[in-house]
């Protein structure tokens, strides 16, 4: 089965750092934009970070540009969401979604949130005191 497994979510408090893994299996991550997604209850999801399948490249949302990073290591077929100063607006399931792209030069140094293809069931985020 073609696989994404999201973990490393939990409660933390305001300001403090989480970092989250995405493990696939059953397909090799080296060929695809992964992303970063999340939904708060009672709200849309929206997408939190991209990274191209070269790792050249990656995308934050305004909200949590500067707070987050993103990363790839494609040996542990894993991507990683690091994430910093969280804030309780920062609360919600965390999905991980990942796209293969035609390889060209263009698709493999660029990433955005359109076109996911495989899909994590998500793990839970809690910022509180």
């Known amino acids: 089965q073609l696989q994404l497994v999201e973990s490393g979510g939990g409660l933390v408090q305001p300001g403090g750092s989480l970092t989250l893994s995405c493990t696939a299996s059953?397909?090799?991550?080296?060929?695809?934009?992964i992303s970063w997604f999340r939904q708060a209850p009672g709200k849309e999801r929206e997408g939190v970070s991209c990274?191209?399948?070269?790792?050249?490249?990656?995308n934050y949302a305004d909200s949590v540009k500067g707070r987050f990073t993103i990363s790839r290591d494609n040996p542990k077929n894993t991507v990683y969401l690091q994430m910093n100063r969280l804030k309780p607006e920062d609360t919600a399931v965390y999905y991980c979604?990942?796209?293969?792209?035609?390889?060209?030069?263009?698709?493999?140094?660029?990433?955005?949130?359109?076109?996911?293809?495989?899909w994590g069931k998500g793990t839970p985020v809690t910022v509180s005191s």
């Open positions: 979604a990942a796209t293969e792209p035609a390889m060209t030069m263009g698709t493999i140094s660029s990433c955005d949130f359109s076109g996911m293809d495989y």
């Open positions: 059953g397909f090799l991550l080296d060929y695809y934009r």
């Open positions: 990274i191209s399948v070269s790792g050249l490249t990656t």
